[in-house]
């Protein structure tokens, strides 16, 4: 069925092995973030095969069907008060900043007879989850020992998601000082200090802070790239996913449409240049599925003019084998990383899963 993400396990794979391999080196725990693709079982296995053993993500849909025999799994969303029995009863650990959900959480964990793991989000300055300041963080810590059932494993941040704050030595620097004064104040080992996710990557060929020992990473595994500039990180592969769909019109039309010009199909005013007449394709497509702007046409000579829901409109007067845009054709797409995540949570959007080897 079309349109439908092609999935390259083998670079997904090879991607886990470098990435995993590269982080050990410098003491780093690589944790696999699966939301991006909802957790595919056939993606999850491919990055277990390649050496992960903790993964994470931001639903409980999508824990779910992470096997447990995997590994350890992570809640990364600081979790709804109506979620906290499945929290306990299928995460190893999760992410926490609020005092009060941290004894619902304690209650639920009683309840249910078991342990829970918590890593306690500090906010560096990006604004999004974790506590702010230094009077918050000793009576939140002293609250944390009172609750039998669960056990602090250590801190974390997260950077780069609200705020846009990149990581640096200097807010990095700050989450290791605040890990050591609340190991001190509560006795605790505190083993996990959870520097971040894909921005943070960009710093660990260098100025790298000692005793961070855990990344939480989405993006480099799956796309490629490291999240804070957008480049390429290390030589993993950067096309593991890609987008196919058919062609159901192509033919030459004008540039220019015919008529007084209002509002298109999602209200905004559309702009136009003449360029005479030209070949175009339609592909079944649509906005639903994954965003025209964040795809990237394979074939050379290719240009994408826009999209509605279900239709994406192409440019193909520079193509030079007009065979290859013809009615009933298969274009395949780039994508980055929201057209995944969208075409992941479209049920419209099928899946083919290919084993080919990964070229670097
Ligand atoms: C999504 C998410 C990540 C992974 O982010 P990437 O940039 O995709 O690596 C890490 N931590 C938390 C809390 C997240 O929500």
């Known amino acids: 069925m079309f349109p439908r993400v092609k999935i390259h396990l083998q670079k997904l794979r090879e991607n886990a092995e470098m990435l995993t391999g590269f982080l050990k080196e410098r003491g780093i725990e690589t944790v696999a973030v699966t939301k991006v693709f909802g957790a595919d079982p056939r993606v999850t296995q491919a990055y277990y095969d390649g050496g992960i ?6 639903r409980m849909q999508n824990l779910k069907r992470i096997d447990p025999a995997y590994g350890k799994r992570m809640l990364l969303r600081i ?31 009683k309840k249910q007879n078991r342990k829970h793991s918590i890593i306690l989000m500090l906010d560096l ?14 009576a939140v810590a002293d609250r944390i020992m009172h609750f039998s059932h669960l056990e602090w494993v ?8 609200y705020g846009g704050i990149l990581p640096s030595s200097t807010n990095l620097e700050s989450l290791r000082q605040q890990t050591e004064l609340l190991r001190a ?3 605790l080992a505190l083993p996990i200090v959870s520097a971040g996710n894909s921005s943070s990557l960009f710093l660990t060929p260098k100025a790298w802070p000692k005793g961070l020992n855990q990344l939480r990473i ?15 990180f290390l030589a993993l592969h950067t096309d593991a996913f890609e987008l196919e769909a058919q062609i159901v019109e192509s033919r030459v039309k004008p540039s220019m449409p015919i008529g007084e010009i209002g509002k298109n199909a999602f209200g905004e005013t559309p ?8 070949h175009r394709v339609i592909v079944a497509v649509g906005r639903q599925d994954a965003d025209a702007a964040d795809l990237i046409p394979r074939l050379e000579g290719l240009e994408i003019l826009g999209a509605s829901s279900d239709h994406m409109l192409l440019d193909a007067q520079e193509v030079g084998d007009k065979s290859l845009v013809a009615t009933g054709e298969t274009l395949t797409f780039g994508m980055n990383y929201r057209a995944v995540l969208r075409s992941f949570t479209s049920e419209y959007v099928d899946r083919l899963y290919v084993d080919d080897p990964g070229s670097i």
């Open 218 to 232: 989405g993006e480099a595994l799956a796309m490629g790239t490291e999240a804070a500039y957008g480049d390429r």
């Open 271 to 278: 702009e136009f240049e003449d360029r005479g007449n030209r």
């Open 79 to 109: 979790p709804m008060r109506s979620e906290l029995d499945e929290v306990i009863r299928i995460a190893d650990c999760s992410l926490q900043s609020d005092p009060d959900t941290l004894y619902w959480l304690n209650e639920e964990a």
């Open 185 to 187: 104040r509560t006795g």
């Open 53 to 58: 053993r903790w993964f994470a993500d931001a």
């Open 154 to 161: 250590g801190t974390g941040t997260n950077l780069t998601c």
């Open 125 to 138: 300055g990006d604004l999004r989850e974790g506590i702010f300041s230094k009077e918050e963080l000793y």
